[in-house]
């Protein structure tokens, strides 16, 4: 199988929609990447999915390498992009390489994603310096949920469509190989994608992004108490998953499990 890479992705622009989602583990990347998936984030968003806390906020740089080295062993094709973690980049350019160093060299992955823009101006240019792709984040980032208050529609107001548009084209001239746009207007991510050469993923970001993204336990239906909009669930796993659980436990009480073919 061909790996699709960094120029693959780019090349997608205008011809094929890219599709993308999260995994976190060896056992869903390889049920993900067998599916056909173009690109696997490796999202910090296994802050909330796989730990349980409330924001990305707390997942640490050693973590989001566990969780990344488990994916880049099942994905075979997909390529693997993996989410700097929370104040591993934001506060000066040599963190963030280290960072994005650690995140390439210990766990094989492809690609490093960083939310913002003119804010990490320098940071990104000295990760791509290195030969390490990037993906950008913007709109709705969630490691700036503390300064946003909420995780409403972003970029509705002119002032902050504009640094949007602005911070995506920087991106661009940056190097960065594409941009994830997260929870603003339809019409505001058709105008970016139109505006810039590399491909936009969107996330609660319409149907005029250059691909889409989800996070694969709210697609699955794995999380049950998520439910925005922009989500549409493939499968209601949380509900399949707690009827075979009952069922277990029943069959374990009633001795009907296991049988006389199920023991030596
Ligand atoms: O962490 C994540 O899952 C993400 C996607 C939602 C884009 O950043
Ligand atoms: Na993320």
Request: net charge negative.
């Amino acid at each position: 199988i061909k790996r699709i890479t960094t120029e693959t992705i780019r090349s997608m622009k205008g011809k094929e929609k890219i599709s993308m989602l999260t995994s976190y583990d060896f056992t869903i990347a390889q049920m993900v990447d067998a599916g056909g998936i173009d690109a696997i984030l490796v999202g910090d968003s296994a802050s909330n999915v796989m730990a349980g806390h409330e924001t990305t906020l707390p997942i640490t740089l050693d973590q989001m390498i566990y969780h990344a080295q488990s994916v880049v062993r099942g994905a075979k094709r997909a390529l693997v992009v993996v989410d700097l973690p929370f104040g591993t980049y934001q506060s000066d350019p040599q963190r963030a390489l280290d960072s994005a160093v650690r995140i390439m060299k210990e766990s094989g992955a492809h690609a490093v994603k960083l939310e913002g823009g003119k804010e990490i101006e320098k940071s990104v240019k000295r990760i791509i310096n290195a030969g390490i792709p990037v993906m950008g984040h913007l709109g709705l980032t969630p490691q700036s949920i503390y300064q946003f208050g909420t995780y409403k529609v972003r970029a509705k107001e002119e002032a902050e469509a504009q640094k949007l548009i602005d911070d995506a084209k920087l991106l661009e001239d940056l190097g960065a190989f594409s941009v994830v746009m997260e929870k603003i207007p339809a019409a505001l991510a058709k105008k970016v994608t139109e505006s810039i050469s590399i491909p936009t993923i969107g996330i609660g970001a319409g149907a005029h992004c250059d691909g889409q993204v989800l996070v694969v336990h709210d697609m699955l239906g794995m999380t049950h108490e998520f439910s925005p909009k922009f989500l549409r669930r493939y499968l209601s796993l949380y509900d399949e998953i707690t009827g075979a659980v009952q069922q277990y436990v029943q069959d374990v009480k009633s001795v009907d499990f296991p049988n006389e073919n199920e023991q030596y």
